[in-house]
């Protein structure tokens, strides 16, 4: 499967534009759904470090 960004697409294939576009159109779906599974990670991501630090300071005013 090529890269998403790779420049070298649509100049390879220049004289089939109906072929390149049909094969395109697929992967747009399937790139929203990633793009939304990334933003989730990140947030649980961002969640679990927010969590991490509050319980880091806690430690420390115990102490």
Request: without cysteine.
């Amino acid at each position: 499967m090529r890269m998403f960004g790779e420049p070298s697409g649509g100049v390879v294939n220049g004289g089939h534009h109906g072929v390149e576009s049909s094969k395109v159109r697929p992967i747009l779906p399937l790139n929203s759904f990633v793009m939304f599974n990334l933003r989730t990670n990140l947030l649980s991501q961002k969640l679990a470090v927010t969590h991490e630090l509050s319980r880091i300071e806690e430690l420390h005013q115990q102490t």
